[in-house]
């Protein structure tokens, strides 16, 4: 671990860590939601007439917004992009079928991991590309006093979602104007990956889903851990690295 934290601080010029925050991706690390999203997903462009997409697919578009996972498929699949009539209905679809499809079973360890993080004294953020009016009263109830829309960055609050650096950036913004080099990010998808590691933060991915671990090392992941369980029990001993570790 202290060869990868320094391996970033060695690439990106810090001396140092100054850890203030962990920026927490929402599906596929806080909620085991990624099936229902892909079945959704799948039903919803089987009624709209597609037929080269499965669900798997929808695993490798995850953190991407609604619209641009739309779009993509429709110029694959038609050879135009999707008109601002398409996104509404087939995201309002797909939204209607998420909802019937859901669980709300949280990951295993999630609750935990986001209660050492708040003992530490940090402060957790979330990135989420979701857009679900109903995000922040699901997160009260499964995680209480975790998050609040100071503390929240959604599809609501960017131009440009995953694998784009943005929702990262304003992430580090929301975590109180933070350098790169003050957080930490835990995501679960090579989009999101991208993302964090274009944003410059020092990346953890957690494997919740059936992609391998390496298209995660490959979208840039320092390291990969195989569940929540596993990154709490290496969290501690993580965070104490970064504090201790300089060059």
């Given at each position: 671990?202290n ?5 970033y601080?060695?690439?990106h ?11 927490f991706?929402?599906d596929?690390?806080?909620y085991d ?7 959704s997903?799948q039903?919803t462009?089987?009624?709209?007439g597609y037929?080269?997409?499965k669900?798997a ?6 953190g991407r ?8 498929i429709?110029e694959?699949?038609f050879?135009?992009e999707a ?13 209607e079928l998420?909802?019937?499809y859901n669980?709300?079973?949280t990951?295993t360890g ?8 708040k003992e530490?004294g940090l402060?957790p953020?979330l990135?989420?590309g979701?857009g679900?009016p ?11 006093g975790?998050?609040t ?10 131009v440009?979602g ?11 913004k929301?975590?109180?104007?933070l350098q790169?080099?003050q957080?930490?990010?835990i995501?679960?998808?090579?989009l999101?990956i991208e993302?964090a590691v274009?944003?410059?933060i ?9 992609l391998p671990?390496?298209l995660?090392r490959?979208a840039g992941a320092?390291v990969?851990?195989?569940s929540?369980?596993?990154l709490?029990?290496e969290?501690?001993?993580l965070l104490h690295?970064?504090e201790?570790?300089?060059?």
């Amino acid at each position: 671990m202290n060869h990868h934290l320094k391996e970033y601080l060695s690439k990106h010029h810090y001396p140092r860590f100054e850890i203030k925050a962990i920026l927490f991706d929402m599906d596929g690390v806080l909620y085991d939601s990624m099936p229902a999203h892909a079945d959704s997903w799948q039903k919803t462009m089987e009624e709209f007439g597609y037929s080269t997409t499965k669900p798997a697919e929808f695993y490798l578009h995850e953190g991407r917004l609604g619209q641009a996972t739309i779009n993509i498929i429709t110029e694959r699949e038609f050879g135009r992009e999707a008109t601002a009539k398409e996104m509404e209905e087939i995201y309002a679809r797909k939204t209607e079928l998420f909802r019937e499809y859901n669980n709300g079973k949280t990951i295993t360890g999630a609750a935990q991991v986001l209660e050492l993080v708040k003992e530490k004294g940090l402060t957790p953020v979330l990135v989420t590309g979701s857009g679900q009016p109903s995000l922040l009263g699901r997160l009260d109830a499964h995680f209480p006093g975790t998050f609040t829309p100071q503390t929240m960055v959604t599809a609501f609050d960017v131009v440009n979602g995953k694998p784009d650096p943005e929702p990262f950036l304003q992430g580090l913004k929301k975590g109180g104007d933070l350098q790169p080099n003050q957080a930490i990010v835990i995501e679960n998808a090579p989009l999101g990956i991208e993302a964090a590691v274009g944003a410059g933060i020092f990346t953890i991915a957690v494997n919740t889903g059936p992609l391998p671990d390496s298209l995660l090392r490959e979208a840039g992941a320092s390291v990969v851990f195989d569940s929540m369980t596993q990154l709490l029990e290496e969290l501690p001993g993580l965070l104490h690295q970064a504090e201790t570790t300089g060059i």
